[in-house]
């Protein structure tokens, strides 16, 4: 069955020029440029805000709302592109940045105008190497077309962009801990408020909006907030790429109409299971968000609201299927090592707590627990949740708890059992070998 | 314990060049630092004692800020690097397509654990923590090339590669030569 309908931000993935300026230009590119500077900076922003476009790192703030909480007599104004994609189970901006680096930039452009930024920064991650130098070719290229610089398209608007290549830390994806790394410091978040869009980078207003956000505008600039609303929920307008990992048949990038059934993107984009393989749980929205067992996966739609009404996050689209033969006691103690290892030791909450849950299910996994470190996990949790500057704390606590409770027989099938002799269960033993 | 500082290091040629223009990009000198880094790094392979030292003049900021700024990112090197570096992931998308199998099978043939080096400095391996390219795990980078979808089989073949001089063409090589 062909999903080529929703294909907006996906529909240049696998050309092998895609990402040349002759090809993106050949497509349409930059059309929506030229377009943008004739509509002005306002009806752009009333644009973005009408097609009700979300943030689409995880957080899913209206993009237009941001952009206007930039006050307006502020004198320099920075604008600041997320590609830190960190969040495990994502991989969709590398695609579009791999595919499409023009459309990345040209949407880059037409919101660093809408917020009147004379500064752009593009930050990739530092894994991404091959990444950065096709975004900073993109780049030089636009320059030499006019796209960049003093006076583009004799707009009289100027933008300079820098590509800033990131150096392995997974916190420079929340906001503040990404404009503190580009100032040169460690990527620590800051107390918001005051809020980045106010005061951000040099305490100048700086709008930080992910990859996939700003890919989504030329195609509202060109096409109108309406068109963009013929797909997704009156409150998730629009598509979204999910990047999904794991044992299904057709795993990748897919880009969906928000409000899609999971039942019907699992059998009829995914193919559903690999041969051998069952569904046992879904992590919907990058490894952060609370895991959904099957039953519950095949109940939700795959928008903002559906997801927070199960009790999960539709986050960044980076969907985990997991198959039955996981242990959920392994995988959980896969990501609390990670999330305590990118920790990044500012607020006492989430470095001490993260190194708790960690070792705890390391305990329970070598067979030393006991049934009152289960409580003890939760207890962890409560002292975490909500308490720090940045959500990295939470991040940890959700998959945690929900893991613990929606699978707790296998935390429990660990527990030590004393018995007569005073000496772990058997059950403990064989796992600890 | 160290040696003694070289106080004549410094980038000379087209890696001063590039200095000067990220000095010059960025709107404060402290906000080039992380670029800086980089240009330092890709040309001697870690950064030393001596080019800390030199930064911190260059960008007027004490040399604790430069130390502060390449302890927190993980990409950053202060002592020799092994001639491959090996970066395995080790989350949980990998972990589910079968990352532990892999890296123990990596551990078995080079002799060494997770975060050690072979005792000729060719092989290098670390642990790292997701790599973005979860839907084609289990996966391992090597600088820019990144191989996807490893087996045992795909480990020899990458290894074998490495240890001629000729490394494996990688998955996403296709991006480089474009």
């Known amino acids: 069955m062909s999903h080529e309908q929703y294909k907006i931000l996906s529909r ?92 990345v930039l040209e949407g880059s452009i037409i919101s660093s105008y809408a917020v009147r930024a004379e500064l752009c920064v593009i930050y990739i991650r530092g894994e991404f190497g091959w990444l950065i130098d096709r975004m900073q070719a993109a780049v030089d290229e636009a320059y030499a077309k006019g796209y960049l610089g003093k006076d583009i398209l004799g707009s009289g608007y100027a933008l300079e962009v820098i590509v800033h290549k990131g150096a392995g830390a997974y916190i420079c994806g929340e906001e503040t801990g990404l404009i503190n790394s580009v100032t040169g410091r460690k990527g620590q978040p800051s107390i918001k408020p005051p809020f980045p869009a106010v005061q951000g980078f040099l305490d100048k207003p700086t709008i930080v909006n992910n990859v996939e956000s700003v890919a989504a505008v030329p195609h509202i600039v060109t096409n109108g907030a309406a068109v963009y609303r013929e797909h997704g929920t009156e409150k998730s307008a629009g598509t979204k790429l999910f990047s999904v990992s794991g044992p299904v048949r057709n795993p990748g990038v897919h880009e969906i109409p928000l409000g899609l059934p999971f039942r019907e993107f699992f059998h009829e984009w995914l193919g559903g299971m690999a041969d051998g393989e069952e569904l046992k749980a879904v992590i919907v929205g990058g490894s952060s968000v609370p895991i959904l067992t099957a039953d519950e996966a095949m109940n939700i739609n795959l928008d903002y609201e559906s997801c927070a009404e199960a009790g999960t996050m539709l986050g960044s689209g980076g969907m985990i299927i997991v198959p039955g033969r996981c242990d959920m006691v392994e995988l959980i103690q896969v990501l609390m090592h990670f999330y305590w290892d990118e920790s990044c030791g500012q607020c006492t909450p989430c470095r001490e707590g993260t190194g708790w849950l960690h070792r705890l299910v390391r305990k329970l996994r070598r067979g030393e627990g006991t049934l009152a470190d289960l409580d003890l996990i939760e207890k962890v949790c409560s002292g975490m949740a909500g308490l720090t500057i940045c959500p990295l704390s939470d991040a940890a606590v959700m998959p945690m708890r929900s893991f613990l409770q929606k699978f707790r027989p296998e935390f429990e099938a660990l527990v030590q059992v004393q018995d007569d002799t005073g000496s772990p269960s058997r059950w403990a033993r064989e796992i600890r070998s | 314990m160290s040696a003694p500082i070289d106080k004549n290091w410094e980038l000379t040629g087209e890696d001063l060049a590039r200095f000067e223009a990220v000095v010059a990009q960025y709107p404060t000198k402290r906000s080039a630092l992380m670029p800086s880094l980089w240009i330092i790094q890709d040309r001697d392979g870690y950064v030393c004692d001596a080019a800390v030292n030199w930064l911190a003049a260059q960008l007027e900021i004490s040399e604790a800020k430069v130390r502060e700024v390449m302890s927190f990112y993980f990409m950053y090197r202060d002592t020799p690097q092994a001639e491959y570096v090996l970066q395995v992931c080790h989350n949980i998308s990998c972990h589910v397509m079968g990352a532990r199998p892999v890296i123990t099978h990596l551990e078995k043939r080079l002799g060494v654990r997770l975060g050690e080096t072979t005792p000729d400095g060719k092989f290098a391996i670390e642990g790292v923590e997701c790599l973005g390219a979860c839907g084609m795990g289990p996966c391992l980078q090597v600088g820019k090339h990144l191989y996807e979808h490893l087996t045992n089989d795909k480990i020899d073949a990458i290894l074998e590669s490495m240890r001629r001089g000729e490394p494996l063409r990688a998955d996403t090589d296709r991006e480089l030569e474009a």
């Open chain 1, 12 to 103: 240049r993935f696998g050309r092998a020029d895609a990402h040349n300026l002759a090809a993106y230009e050949a497509d349409g590119g930059y059309a929506a440029l030229r377009k943008s500077f004739e509509m002005g900076r306002e009806a752009v922003t009333e644009e973005v805000k009408n097609a009700g476009l979300r943030g689409r790192g995880g957080a899913g703030f209206p993009t237009g709302v941001k952009w206007g909480f930039v006050p307006k007599d502020a004198e320099t104004v920075y604008f600041m592109v997320n590609a830190d994609e960190s969040e495990p189970g994502t991989f969709k901006d590398r695609y579009l940045i791999d595919y499409d680096p023009h459309l």
